[in-house]
Each structure stands twice: as C-alpha cells, then as structure tokens.
C-alpha cells in the first residue's frame, strides 16, 4: 500500500532534529558500552567494517563486540515494497533498508531518536555532503550552553556528531532539519539515543551514499508501522 504522507514536526521540535548529538542529563556520567558475548565475526564483516585509511579523516575499524549481529549490514528480501532505488527507514526495528531490484533490499542497522524527538514522513533527499559540518540549533544550545562553542558549526571529523557522510532530507524543496548520518558512537546503533536524525555506522553510511543518487526518495515510517509501505 502507499504510506500516507504525514506533517512533519513544526518549530523548536523540528529545530531539535538538526542536533543528531545523543543527549544526556546533566551530571550524566558516561559508561563504557556492555561488551556481548564474544562471538566468531565472519572474515567477510571483518573486511566490510575495517579501517578506511584512505577517508579525509582515517576511519577506524568498527568494534563489533558490542553491535547485535542483526544490525551488521546484509543483503535481505525486501519486506517493504517500496520501489528500487527507495530507503525506507523502520524505526521501531531499528533497520534502514535501500531497496534493489529483484526483490531484494539492502539492510543496515541504524540508531534512532529517543521518545520525544521522533519523526516521520516522506520526503527527498536533494543533496549528500562528505564529512559535514554539524551546527546545533539554538534551542540545543539554550538547553547545552556548553554548545555555544559550535553555534557558527563544528568543523568535520571524527568527532563530529554527524560523521563521515550525511543524506539531507526535503520535503517540498524545504529542509525538514532531519538527516540520515554515520556516528561516532558505534554501541548506539540498534538504540534510540539520537536528537531524532538516524544513524549509521561510518562504513555503513559511506556505502549508502555512494549508492543513492540525489533525488532519491526516503521513507521514514512512524512508530507502529508495519515495515510493508
């Protein structure tokens, strides 16, 4: 069936989606991410998320220790039934999915926006930017003073909360401030801990830019929904 298209959020909510930074209380003290179980990492992940020395800022290899398998990038059948060429995100499984011919999709594990920053609806995404420039909005600074360093933008990095690769979503030539990003914050993915955009791991988001062209169509379904668009 097709999704129906839905409003996407107005004013400081919708300002709050350009932050694509995990927030923490205040007097939150970070912990290290829960290691899983030791499990055999195919040589095959090995190589797909392996260092990037050759990026603008050398990417490190990904740490697969404390990444669910499920969210490691894979092949799959399309559930969606979107058309070829569409990225359909499913938040409440925490997949993006770029679809193929033959009926066939491309599956990535993706983190998304805690409750409260959530966002849905369909739209384009008319440009990519390699290693982006992050500005918080205004209200993130209002509610993180220690922000205000970067009101004028953080420089790219690997430090840089949207990470080596962003897909800038529109919807009726106007930015609707929410982004599909890599992450510097690898045990995120599989979570929701985001200002709202979605996140993939660095290698993960350098292959999705490099295969959707601009004008591309994505869908980012609400809470609730059945994957099937």
């Known amino acids: 069936m097709t999704l129906s298209r839905r409003g996407f959020i107005a004013g400081a909510g919708a300002l709050a989606l350009a932050g694509c930074q995990s927030q923490q209380p205040i007097g939150y003290q970070p912990v290290a991410a829960p290691v899983r179980q030791p499990v055999p990492i195919p040589e095959h992940y090995r190589q797909m998320y392996a260092a990037l020395p050759n990026e603008r800022f050398p990417v490190p290899a990904v740490d697969l220790r404390p990444i669910d398998p499920l969210y490691w990038r894979q092949v799959v059948d399309d559930p969606t039934g ?9 938040p409440d499984s925490r997949f993006l ?21 959530d966002w849905s609806g369909e739209a384009v995404i008319p440009f990519k930017r390699e290693w982006p ?58 979570r929701a801990v985001s200002s709202g955009c979605v996140r993939l791991l660095n290698q993960d988001v350098i292959d999705l830019h490099d295969r959707v062209p601009n004008g591309s169509r994505c869908i980012v379904l ?7 668009v």
């Open 82 to 90: 979107a058309r070829p060429g569409t990225i359909v995100v499913h």
């Open 97 to 117: 999915y770029l679809v193929q011919d033959g009926g066939r999709a491309i599956r990535y594990g993706i983190g998304v926006g805690r409750e409260g920053f």
């Open 133 to 190: 420039t992050w500005t918080p909005p205004a209200e993130m600074i209002a509610r993180e003073p220690e922000l205000e360093k970067y009101r004028n933008g953080m420089e790219p990095g690997l430090e840089n909360p949207l990470g080596a690769r962003a897909l800038y979503l529109f919807q009726n030539g106007v930015d609707t401030l929410y982004r599909l990003h890599g992450t510097n914050e690898p045990w995120s993915i599989g």
């Open 222 to 228: 609400p809470q609730g929904a059945p994957v099937a």
